[in-house]
Every structure is written in C-alpha cells, then in structure tokens.
C-alpha cells in the first residue's frame, strides 16, 4: 500500500484516485475547487459516468479516499504523487498548460522529501522532462513519470480496470518499477519506455483512433454516392485482421474532452517542428465537417423547411453528460444562423446543455415530448432509449440519424428516413 496524492478531481483524476484506492492504496484526491472537494465527500460524483459513484463511497466509507483542497499536508504525507489537471486547448490549438505548471509550483514549495511524479494529464512531448527539470531544482530527488490515460468517457471506470496496456515512461528504473508495482494488481499489461516516448504513444493512439473515425466518415460519403451500404463495407473490412473493426461506425464524427483536442495539439507540436503533418490536419478538416452532415442532408431533402427541429441525444457520446466538442453544438449553432427553432432532450446532459445555450435550444423532459413536439428529428447521440422510439403513427416525421441507430421497420411507413453512408 502506498500513500498517493492525486491531484485534480475531473474524469481523469477521480477515476485515478478512485481505482488506486479500490486495489489497496491510501489515496488523497486534492482540487482547488472547494465546492467540488465538498460533493465528493459526501460519495458524491460531479461527472457522470457509470459504476464511479458507487466505487467511490465504498471507498471513502472504508478509510482508503479522502478529499481536500490544501497542499501542504497533502504533499508532505504522500509518497506517489499524480498530477490530473485538464491541460485545455487554446485558440491555436495548442495544448494550456498553466493547470499543469500551477501544481508543479504548489509542488515546488511544499515537497519535503523524496517524491514520485506521475503525470497522467496529456502533455506535448518533451512536458514530463521540463517538469524534471522545474522539480530538481529542490534539494530533494524527486523523480517525474509519464503515465497516460487511455479512459473512454461512459466506460472510464471499467477500462481502468480491463484496459489494453500500462504505459510507464522515465528515466529512472527505481522510479518506474515502483510505479509498475503500484498497477500490477489491475492485471493490464505494462508498457514502460521513455517519457517522451509515452507521451507520443498518448498522441499517437487518439490521433491513429480519430484517424479511423474520419477515414470511414469519408467513405460513408462515398458510399452514399455509389449505391454502396457503409455498414457493409465497415464490417468486410473489419474482418481483416489487419484494420479491425473498432472505430468503423460511420457517423457525425467524434467530440469529447481527447480527440479533438489532441489531435489539434499534435498538429500544432508538429508545425512548431517544421513539419507539415497532412494526415492529421485532414482528420480535423473532415471531422468538423462531418459534424453538419445532417444538416446538409436536411437542407437537400426537407419537405419541412419552415418547421421546427428536434435534437435526440446532446452529449458527444452515450454514457456521459459532456458536452465538449459536441456534434450537437455545432448542429445547433448552425440551425440558429439559419433561423430555425431547436428542440432538443437528453437523458442525461439536458440541463448541463440548458444552463450552457439558453435561448438557442429548449431542451424538453423526454424523447416521447419531442416526437410529439417537431416532425423533423435529428438523431445525434447514440443512446440506448433512441434505438426503440414510439413514433406517432398518426405523425409524418423527417428523421436523420446521424448514427444509424434505428431499425427501418420502426419507422413509420409515412415518413422519410436518412442515415450516413446508406
């Protein structure tokens, strides 16, 4: 059992903190938000995300997690320290890193010993050597590791403990096999290399991940073009062992808190090197258009163009009340620019959506109100209710999934039905 300290209470650090407590370890879990600090110890989560809440207050009920917003004793009492703080992007895309800096200073003044840094917040490669280089200044050896998160929003707390790999990046070996020690009751394979390597292994896997997502958005384009079904095509070329068939699901491209800010991080890193990265630079290019691909189909097909429209799902993926880079937000800004009316409703980020767009979308209580309310629906997110919705037989709906969710005999004979790439 070692004393941790984790630093930062978002996705990342409280499923961190979270999972090291619950194979063993005595975690302090730290954040200057102090409203935050207060829901979490009462076993309370912030986010949303299946499975989490429940973990946290066995844990906290058994002496192994604790909340706080001060540095010192936290620091001082810790042998493994873990830094999670959001590294957002800015207007160039590049990734912020004052979270990041403002901890290793917290750091710098009250580490009174020797320490282990474990960087779990995604950083341009070369971050965990500048953040050696700020904490040797101490008269301690404190010793800074790479450890990327590899967490899917909705399934967080199930891949920390069923992930592919452990990535563990330093340069000293005392340091890394104590980090190995510290991850080996998870049972995941574990990685370990340099840190400027890890850090690009981070980079590089959502960049590779996103890449899939674009490639097979703008062959669902094609497809639609040809007569070809891109659930079809998906699926044969998933069958190659060498492709596989995750991240095939032709849609309207990804969102969250990772890819889009990682790859525009990378493509960023990569100029600031003198190096044109194009694949990289297409893969955002086409995400953001793909996020309006049901708007052009609205547009091209409507028979409704003075009505109304309704949004199924708001968050950027089921399972997750985050809005982050949303398909749902850009679809509604430009529905506004057009001068329509937005109807939306989402299980869970309704209100979250509500609170964020204001007059720009009303959001209703269920997806039965909004199949009453519009005729014309855009399916956005994949949420399990959407897959069975009770159309008003007696209603002529325009429905656009964005995710070819629906069953085309749950359809309405009487209404007009468009997918992606079929």
Not at 177 to 203: C, H
Not at 311 to 330: I, Q, V
Not at 349 to 366: D, F, I, P, Y
């Amino acid at each position: 059992m070692k004393e941790v300290l984790v630093i930062g209470t978002g996705y990342v650090g409280l499923i961190t903190g979270v999972s090291l407590a619950e194979i063993g370890n005595k975690v302090t879990c730290l954040d200057v938000d102090s409203n935050k600090i207060e829901v979490l110890k009462q076993g309370k989560t912030p986010i949303y995300e299946p499975g989490l809440e429940e973990y946290l207050s066995k844990n906290i009920k058994e002496n192994r997690l604790s909340f706080t917003t001060e540095y010192k004793d936290a620091v001082e009492k810790s042998e493994v320290i873990y830094i999670a703080v959001g590294t957002p992007e800015n207007e160039d895309g590049s990734a912020n890193l004052t979270y990041i800096y403002n901890v290793v200073d917290e750091l710098k003044q009250h580490i009174n010993e020797d320490k282990i840094v474990v960087v779990k917040s995604t950083v341009p490669i070369g971050t965990n050597s500048k953040i050696q280089n700020m904490l040797s200044e101490q008269p301690f050896n404190v010793e800074v590791i790479s450890n990327p998160e590899f967490l899917r929003e909705g399934t967080a707390f199930y891949d920390a403990f069923n992930g592919d790999r452990i990535v563990i990046g330093g340069e000293s070996d005392l340091a890394i096999n104590i980090i190995e020690e510290i991850n080996k009751p998870f049972g995941i394979e574990i990685f370990k290399t340099t840190r400027e390597s890890a850090e690009m292994i981070k980079y590089a896997s959502n960049a590779f991940l996103a890449t899939k997502i674009s490639f097979i958005n703008e062959i669902a384009n094609i497809c639609e073009r040809v007569g070809a079904d891109v659930q079809d095509v998906s699926k044969g070329m998933g069958l190659d062992s060498r492709i596989g068939g995750k991240f095939l699901n032709a849609g309207i491209g990804y969102g969250g808190s990772c890819f889009p800010k990682d790859t525009k991080a990378l493509s960023h890193l990569s100029k600031q090197l003198d190096f044109e990265p194009v694949i990289i630079d297409s893969v955002i290019t086409r995400n953001e258009r793909q996020k309006l691909s049901l708007v052009e189909k609205y547009e091209k097909f409507t028979q409704y163009k003075d009505e109304p429209i309704g949004l199924l799902g708001l968050s950027f993926k089921p399972n997750t009340d985050d809005l982050r880079e949303a398909a749902s937000l850009s679809i509604i800004e430009k529905l506004n620019r057009m001068g329509k009316k937005v109807y939306a409703y989402d299980p869970v980020s309704g209100e979250l959506a509500q609170e964020r767009l204001g007059n720009k979308v009303t959001v209703l209580s269920s997806a039965r109100e909004l199949l009453e309310t519009v005729n014309v629906i855009f399916i956005v997110t994949e949420w399990d209710e959407f897959k069975q919705l009770n159309f008003n037989p007696n209603k002529q709906y325009e429905i656009y999934d964005g995710r070819n969710i629906l069953d085309v005999d749950t359809v309405p004979n009487n209404s007009k039905y468009y997918r992606i790439g079929r």
